[in-house]
């Protein structure tokens, strides 16, 4: 693995004792480094995770309560690009474990866990990821798309892309300007100059 | 989920008392004082404590608490003995004049303040962003008729021991929507987006009205989420038993 150039990872882990273990896991190896350590998502965690530029992150979805554990990453990713990897401390429904990367597990020993997080990592740089903060070309046409009130298939068909396509876009585009309603991002296309008021409606 | 109980505070004793002094509530948490003149307790009270300033103003201290406590502790649960020694009408007469408050005082100085703020920009901006405004507000409106129309109504008629027939508080916890994400969006264009002509102190004016909004709001849905809501599913269970 490259030297001098660790990945770098947050772990959020309620439990400070396996957090420090985990850190252990790590230390001893060297390829990864700890960046920091949150116990919750609180306002103030979410503000840190996005600040952040982490690679990996590995959570420990108590943290989650019941009813949003099945969202758990999904929420993460409204904040950080990152690989998530989940960490199971105590038993949970399988869809629970399905949305991350990987899981790791407590007893796991500390080179299978390295396996498993190089492997999440191999698998994530395939995939192309938006590093800039700015909304990309294709970002911004979407953008209007849906500025213009078009809905997702109808975006999907003119650009010939899947739906799923069309998702991730929007939420790239919601994660980087912070605008979740279609009424906010057609004031934000507008104030950008990248609609004109008579194309509204 | 049990860890993160533990963490949440749940010992009473910790808390707010009735035994504290009025003064001594309002300098650990200024953001009360909202809450005060919500529920008509007004300043100027002197040395006299929480359960004196409850007795004068005919409040139940333990309803007092409650609201209190949520606005001054981040997740704060309840205690169900705090929870069984409130009255769910006070806490509507509080959610009602937050309410009252929202619509004839906040949103309408967020709207003068915006609109001064966008003042100097082109007719076409002014014109997109006033709408967005006023389908915010619509969206509050909408939001607050239902609570009050059908809410409130029931939860009264339910303190007064004559069960309504057809509605439960469970309806309520099922349709309680979201109204944040409108006012999380114009913090962000107001931020990020407006033209520069824009003046700098009249955007952190309305920056100001937005954060104080959004974070009074906030309060607002978890005392319905965490105390009206299982302070009626607590007293509908006994009802049927």
């Known amino acids: ?201 | 989920m049990v860890k993160k109980k533990k963490t949440n505070i749940k010992d009473d004793r910790a808390m707010l008392s009735p035994a504290m002094k009025m003064a001594d509530l309002v300098n650990l948490n200024y953001h009360l004082l909202g809450v005060l003149s919500r529920l008509g307790v007004d300043l100027g009270f002197g040395e006299i404590t929480v359960g004196e300033a409850c007795r004068r103003h005919s409040l139940n201290v333990g309803s007092f608490l409650l609201i209190c406590n949520v606005y001054t502790y981040d997740d704060y649960i309840p205690s169900g003995e705090l929870l069984f020694s409130g009255a769910p009408a006070d806490i509507v007469k509080y959610l009602h004049s937050s309410h009252v408050f929202y619509l004839e005082h906040e949103l309408p100085e967020l709207e003068r303040a915006l609109e001064k703020l966008v003042a100097p920009c082109d007719v076409k901006q002014k014109l997109v962003i006033d709408r967005f405004f006023s389908d915010y507000k619509k969206e509050v409106e909408n939001h607050f008729a239902y609570e009050e129309t059908v809410v409130f109504p029931y939860v009264e008629t339910f303190s007064r021991d004559c069960r309504e027939q057809g509605y439960s508080i469970e309806q309520f916890e099922k349709n309680h929507s979201n109204i944040d994400e409108k006012l999380c969006d114009l913090k962000n264009i107001v931020m990020k987006y407006l033209p520069e002509v824009c003046d700098t102190v009249l955007r952190n004016d309305v920056m100001y009205h937005i954060c104080y909004l959004e974070e009074d709001l906030g309060k607002h849905t978890l005392i319905e989420n965490n105390v009206l809501i299982p302070m009626m599913t607590r007293i509908e269970e006994n009802e049927t038993r």
């Open chain 1, 1 to 201: 693995m490259k030297h001098g150039n660790r990945v770098k990872v947050l772990l959020i882990i309620p439990s400070r004792i396996i957090a420090r273990g985990m850190e252990g896991v790590f230390h001893d190896l060297g390829e990864f480094s700890v960046e920091g350590i949150l116990t919750d998502l609180s306002r103030t965690s979410e503000v840190r995770l996005k600040n952040m530029d982490v690679e990996l992150i590995v959570v420990d979805p108590v943290i989650f309560d019941c009813a949003s554990r099945a969202s758990g990453r999904s929420r993460i990713a409204e904040y950080s690009d990152a690989a998530v990897v989940a960490l199971q401390t105590v038993p949970m429904e399988d869809d629970v474990w399905r949305q991350y990367d990987e899981v790791v597990n407590l007893y796991d020993l500390p080179p299978v866990i390295i396996k498993k997080l190089r492997t999440v990592l191999a698998n994530r740089s395939e995939t192309p990821k938006s590093d800039s903060q700015e909304l990309s070309a294709r970002e911004k046409e979407i953008l209007v798309c849906v500025a213009k009130g078009m809905l997702n298939k109808e975006i999907a068909d003119l650009y010939n892309i899947s739906i799923y396509t069309v998702i991730t876009h929007r939420k790239n585009i919601t994660r980087k300007t912070g605008i979740k309603t279609v009424a906010g991002l057609t004031v934000y296309a507008l104030l950008n100059n990248l609609i004109d008021a008579n194309s509204i409606e």
